[in-house]
């Protein structure tokens, strides 16, 4: 028998409607949804094969457990559960709640256990908490804190009404966006320019999103602070600031003024390579365009200046005027609200807080950079890090310093992995546990819709019953061992319990256990989703305890029945003026200069002293077959040409004397890889370009280890990074290239 099915796909940020076909019990076929209110049918090649991951055959579907050989074996949950409680629990009771450390890995955004893993990581009580933000988006997140005081606070580009879209540091034709949740990007782009719009890409590569641009910028990694802050010059000097409705809640422009005078578009050319008088028409065309919008990704926010270059983005956005206005950079308005808080910081959003143990890096929203990680477990004293529980993540490949976090990793007396798969970090744990796959679980984007283009609600029901448990039933199990009440401890108990717990912090005046018990939903995240759509803008409210639903125009409030019953998602508009209504500082205003920043400011003053580079400078890159460090076990996606090459620009090929398919050795200051060159114009002259998440050495995934390509944050330095946020510097590695005979 042959079905159809449609889902959201929750493999990265641009949540994409799928249709699948179903005959006996197998997904037969993966297409668009052309009745996708968001996608509209648009998919890429990964979504298109996500049933590959759930039968791949390397996917793992019983726990392993590590023998005293080092290798893994298959164990039940139960003996799993046991071993780790036999493990962790003498750890923490000798060493203390912080020498367990926690890292979070990127699918756990897109994935439902959100909810029950915030959970698990209160129970740990441990300051040692790690995710991919810092090596992702911590400093636009500081930034959001700073200026909005919310540090979910995200705005994005109205990219369908736009007139000049300026693309900083993102690749969105590859990686289909992020912090700005819209499925087709390369339509959307294309978009812009049917309607005479102007897109502009300024990335030392000129990549799939700059040929579809009208324009690219080459500027030299890691120089962008300096180039807004240019542009931020200009605007004030030729009297371009015109802030609109913005004049009303920012404050302390004049400071901002004052701060960038030294940075003219001349003090900026030599260190940025972009010639003054581009800077300065660039400036011109931002102002004097009606709406535009300024959009910054991975390239921008993951350097030692991130949170600056995301705060002169803002800078830039708002004193031409184009903040929280159509067509400019907006704030969506999400039927289930962000999951941040900013009641966190009733005096205002701060960092440092606390320091990290060895090397004293403040902590930023509750976290430290993964970059100090190794740092924690490896050096002895008062509360070294033992143990670690690393949910659905790689750091031994997303994160700096691969050789040290490697050897750190296998120091651990205990490691407990869940991921679906055998991966270079869980090679080391002690215990890996593989929840139920991506069909097997329901699904909605409660991370990405409050970045959002359009405001979209979809939620999908699991596909398949899962064959074990799911990541959240693992979190509660985790959570029950951690607590006491050993190693099985009453799963529905803790759902049952964690649900009322959210209730009674959600809606503190009501009987939680009756709300509770009202709501909708087979999981943990299911009610919690259930709740927040009925208390959220578009909801239903909760008739029965005397909270009034919202009205939408010729419709019911949203719940989650209501979403189930509309499986192509419901759009519930446009971006919607929000300011100053959501902004979370104290005040409920814009402070334009905010203290941390101009106390950091001084840093961005030693930029324009950089003299011309003598090594090469390394950056990243994304393909769109490819997933961070996975993905790469699924066949259709890998087969072709080798993609983890090193880019390098004709005439420095020349110079080194090498041709395409020849091998160089790249050689930074902590480590070194030996790589095929790709010789191509598509790269800044000084610069190149190594793919991230490749290096498949741990057996486990077939596919991968067959064509395992090279690691590049053996590279990556860990001791550069944002001190305001802890981003690391994944990008502008100074390198040294020697070709090998
Ligand atoms: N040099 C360099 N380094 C980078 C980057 C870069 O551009 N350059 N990018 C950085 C960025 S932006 C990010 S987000 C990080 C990502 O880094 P991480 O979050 O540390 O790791 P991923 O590579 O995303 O690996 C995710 C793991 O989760 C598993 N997995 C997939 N789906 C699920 C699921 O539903 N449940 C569970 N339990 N497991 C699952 C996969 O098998 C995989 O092992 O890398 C960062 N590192
Ligand atoms: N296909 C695919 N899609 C993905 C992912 C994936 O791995 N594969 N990962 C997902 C994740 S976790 C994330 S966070 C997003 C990331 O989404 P993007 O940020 O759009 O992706 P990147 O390819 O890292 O784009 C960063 C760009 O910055 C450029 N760059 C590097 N250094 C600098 C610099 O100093 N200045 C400027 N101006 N540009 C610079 C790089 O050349 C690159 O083109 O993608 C998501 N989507
Ligand atoms: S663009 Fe992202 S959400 Fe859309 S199909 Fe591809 S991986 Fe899935
Ligand atoms: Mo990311």
């Not at 799939?208 to 990694?221: K, N, Q, V």
């Not at 508009?573 to 334009?592: A, K, Q, S, V």
């Amino acid at each position: 028998m042959t079905s159809l099915h449609y889902r959201t796909c929750p493999l990265c940020e641009a949540t994409c409607g799928l249709e699948l076909q179903i005959e006996d019990d197998a997904v037969t076929r993966i297409r668009g949804d052309r009745d996708d209110v968001f996608s509209k049918g648009f998919l890429c090649p990964k979504g298109s094969v996500l049933h590959h991951v759930h039968e791949d055959p390397d996917r793992l579907h019983q726990p392993l457990i590590k023998q005293t050989d080092g290798t893994h074996r298959e164990a039940t949950w139960d003996e799993a559960f046991a071993e780790i409680e036999r493990l962790l629990l003498p750890c923490r009771e000798r060493d203390g709640a912080a020498s367990t450390a926690i890292y979070i890995g990127n699918p756990n955004v897109h994935g439902s256990g959100l909810v029950t893993l915030q959970g698990l990581a209160q129970t740990l009580a441990t300051t040692n908490i790690y995710t991919a933000r810092s090596v992702d988006q911590a400093s636009r997140e500081a930034a959001n804190g700073f200026l909005y005081g919310d540090p979910g606070a995200y705005g994005v580009p109205d990219l369908d009404r736009t007139e000049l879209l300026v693309i900083i540091g993102a690749n969105p034709v590859a990686s289909n966006g992020s912090l700005a949740t819209a499925p087709d990007w390369p339509g959307r782009i294309d978009g812009i320019r049917e309607r005479g719009g102007h897109v502009m890409v300024i990335d030392p590569r000129r990549t799939e999103s700059a040929d579809r641009a009208d324009e690219w910028l080459g500027i030299r990694p890691g120089t962008d602070a300096l180039l807004l802050a240019a542009l931020a010059n200009v605007i004030f000097a030729e009297g371009l600031a015109d802030l609109r409705a913005a004049n009303e809640y920012v404050d302390n422009v004049e400071a901002v003024r004052a701060a960038v005078r030294p940075y003219t578009p001349e003090a900026v050319a030599g260190p940025t390579g972009i010639a003054a008088e581009t800077t300065r028409e660039l400036a011109r065309r931002i102002a004097q365009t009606d709406r535009t919008a300024l959009y910054g990704r991975v390239g921008l926010h993951t350097n030692a200046f991130g949170t600056i270059s995301s705060w002169l983005t803002d800078v830039v956005t708002i004193v031409t005027g184009n903040l929280d206005r159509e067509g400019g950079v907006m704030f969506a308005t999400p039927a289930a609200p962000s999951l941040s808080d900013p009641a966190e910081y009733p005096d205002g959003f701060v960092t440092g807080r606390w320091r990290s143990r060895v090397a004293g890096h403040p902590e930023c929203q509750g976290e430290f950079p993964v970059a100090t990680l190794p740092d924690e477990i490896l050096t002895p004293g008062d509360g070294q890090v033992t143990s670690m529980i690393c949910l659905a993540g790689n750091p031994a490949r997303s994160a700096p310093d691969s050789a040290r976090m490697e050897e750190a990793l296998a120091s651990l007396k205990c490691l407990v992995a869940v991921d679906i798969y055998r991966n270079e970090t869980s090679q080391y744990a002690h215990v890996i546990l593989p929840p139920a796959s991506h069909l097997e679980r329901s699904h909605y984007d409660l991370f990405f819709y409050p970045m959002g283009v359009r405001n979209i609600a979809n939620w999908s029901p699991p596909l398949f019953e899962p064959t074990g448990p799911t990541e959240a039933d693992i979190h509660l199990r985790l959570t029950g061992l951690l607590s006491g009440m050993g190693s099985d401890p009453d799963v529905s108990f803790l759902r049952e319990m964690t649900t009322q717990l959210i209730v009674g912090a959600v809606l503190p005046e009501l009987d939680a256990e009756a709300v509770a018990a009202s709501l909708t939903g087979e999981t943990v995240f299911d009610r919690f989703l259930d709740l927040m759509l009925r208390v959220g803008p578009y909801g239903a409210g909760l008739p029965d305890f005397g909270i009034p639903g919202q009205a939408l125009e010729g419709s019911v409030g949203l719940s989650l029945e209501v979403l189930a019953a509309n499986p192509h998602g419901i759009d519930l508009g446009p971006l919607e003026p929000r300011l100053p209504e959501r902004l979370g500082t104290p005040n409920g205003r814009i402070n334009l200069l905010p203290a941390a920043i101009e106390a950091d400011l001084p840093r961005l003053q030693s930029l324009l002293e950089v003299g011309p580079p003598e090594d090469y400078s390394l950056i990243g890159r994304r393909y769109i077959r490819s997933n961070n460090s996975w993905m790469h076990n699924i066949r259709v996606l890998t087969k072709g040409r080798n993609r983890c090459t090193l880019m390098v620009h004709p005439d420095d090929a020349e110079t080194l004397g090498v041709e395409t398919g020849a091998m160089v050795s790249v050689e930074g200051k902590v480590g070194s890889v030996v790589v095929p060159v790709e010789v191509t114009d598509a790269i800044a002259l000084g610069v190149v370009s190594l793919p991230h998440g490749y290096g498949h050495d741990a057996d486990g995934q077939t596919i991968a280890n067959d064509h395992p390509g090279v690691n590049s944050n053996l590279l990556t330095d860990p001791s550069v990074l944002d001190p305001v946020s802890g981003a690391c510097s994944i990008n502008g590695i100074p390198v040294r290239l020697v070709a090998q005979t």
